[in-house]
Structures are given as structure tokens and as C-alpha cells.
């Protein structure tokens, strides 16, 4: 049980060292080429094709997070 207070320090949620989490969220005007799909709704987004992951567009990102945040 000791071990536990231990382990609730630990942030679940940090960024890594790089920022690269951080980093791939952010819109970057210099960027050109393709640009990603949503997956959900197929409407383009402000990602490059390339970003590895699934893309969101920023209406579908916003729902999926409401229903997160309130699926308990």
C-alpha cells in the first residue's frame, strides 16, 4: 500500500521530453502539402496527411471530447 502514494505522483498525463504529444495538436501555417481527413466525418483538418494517428476536424474533436468527459 505504500507503493501507492508513490504512484499518484507520477503525472498520467505529462507530456514526453520531446513534446512531440504537444507539439502534433498545434497548427503550423508553414506546413504545406496534403492535408489529413477527418476520420469521423471526412472533412478536411489542419493536419498534414502524413500525421501518424487518427485525425479529428476540430467539430468532431470537440464532441468526442464532450462525450469522454461525460462517460464517467
Known sequence: ??????????????????????AALRHDPRAAGPRADCVLCGEPTELPADQPGSTLCPVCAWQQAQRIACSG
Not at 500500500?1 to 504537444?22: I, K, R, Y
Open 1 to 22: 500500500m505504500s507503493d501507492t502514494g508513490a504512484n499518484q505522483e507520477a503525472g498520467v498525463c505529462e507530456l514526453a521530453p520531446d513534446g512531440g504529444a504537444e
